[in-house]
């Protein structure tokens, strides 16, 4: 990605401007591979031919809105279609870079809101692997995206297969009749409010789910944002043909239009390793004077030096001054004091040439982990000990901001300082001032 179009990116990110609109085209990527439309309804076809005996007309059996359009014109799109022709397998699968990606933004209001077309609950799925798995939730109508989230709306304008698959929008008579009229309808009045001004980011969208863009279309047309970015590989005239009233309805004047030929997966993945080397950037920033008194130097963080670190790896520094367990999502988008303590570990770790590992960093052989601890040494420990396994286990925890507590004796190695509790399965917990004393010396 682009230096400049990382700055414009970043820059609405953090002024709370930036909304996600992702279609059909992020779940076709790799491991996801959800079928295109094309693929999709011949596989619609020949579920249909095996089970009914009969064959579909051959002018629809790669053509997925005149597939539906001929069963609603049936009347047998919610009886026969969706329930037995539909494989609706293939839109339960693995999520990808770009998935996670947004489920991350969401958890931490990086982004004001996510709205898609499509059905797979793949965003959900990379939300809940990140933690808090009870607290994410989808909205299929504007009413359900108005209530307050532990997260930033996710609307799902066409429905969602866990919800109610028999439910999703398919054509476009299925608009004009319940439960579809409803959420339709309030999904495009609360859009009309919440996307006013925004810089709007399109992924996936330019696909050959062409009746979507134009559902999508009569959803947003009244819109008028303040930024339009495109992502999609494919050359502007190719992407002006396939979807000629949302091409049309992003260059209307007053709205900065800006198209990234790249793949919108690997932009995001991308964008979200941008944010999180930012947001380490600006805790660093403000820890300094503290690192200074501890280490008696400057610490010199450079946002390029940090691309060596994958995103998962950036994200696990993120929850660790954030002060979120193994279980529980990031939720903080901005820089408090409250990070200091465990950003001048982690820049103490990283000055002494530490080599990042997910949750932990590798020095001298011992794998040691960070956690933001507030209040004392025991009670922090106790906390944390409520988390899964780690994949790995730990020989130090560096509690920074925690207290001593003056731990009993039988928890308390032999060792001079008093804060440095033993723990079998987490290893020797102790504070950051232990820490600069038994190993950051």
Known sequence: MREDLAERLLESMISGRLAIISGAGLSVAPPSRIPLASALAEMCFERHRQKYGVSLP????????????LFDGYNTLESIFLPHDVPWAVFRTEFNLGHEAIADFLWCAAVSLGVTTNYD???ETAAHNLGGAADFWQSVSGFEAATERAHRPYLKIHGCVQRDPIATVWCVPQLDRPPVKERFESSKKWLEGVLLGKDILFVGF???????????????????????FLIDPAPPDLLQQKA???????????????????????????????????????????????????????????????????????????????????????????????????????????????????????LAGKRIRVVRGAGLLSYVRAKYLSEPPPPEAYDIVICAGATDDGAAPNVVRGAPSPTIIRSGETGVWMTLESAYVECLA
């Open 121 to 123: 609950c793949l965003v």
């Open 58 to 69: 051959q002018s629809v059996k790669n053509d997925l809105e005149g597939m539906t359009t």
């Open 206 to 228: 330019w696909s050959d789910w062409a009746y979507l863009t134009n559902l999508l279309h009569a959803c947003i047309e009244t819109v008028v944002p303040n930024r339009v």
């Open 244 to 362: 000629p009233r949302l091409w049309d309805w992003s260059h209307r004047q007053g709205v900065v239009f800006e198209h990234i030929q790249e793949t919108g997966t690997g932009l995001l993945d991308e964008l979200r390793g941008a944010f999180s080397r930012r947001f380490l950037k600006r805790v660093f920033d403000r820890a300094e004077p503290q690192y200074e008194a501890y280490s008696g130097g400057r610490f010199n963080f450079q946002e390029e030096s940090a691309r060596v670190l994958d995103t998962r790896t950036l994200y696990e520094i993120r929850r660790s001054l954030c002060g979120a367990m193994r279980n529980e999502a990031v939720q903080t988008k901005e820089p408090s004091d409250a990070m200091i303590p465990a950003a001048v570990a982690h820049m103490t770790l990283l000055a002494k040439g530490a080599k990042p590992a997910m949750d932990a960093y590798e």
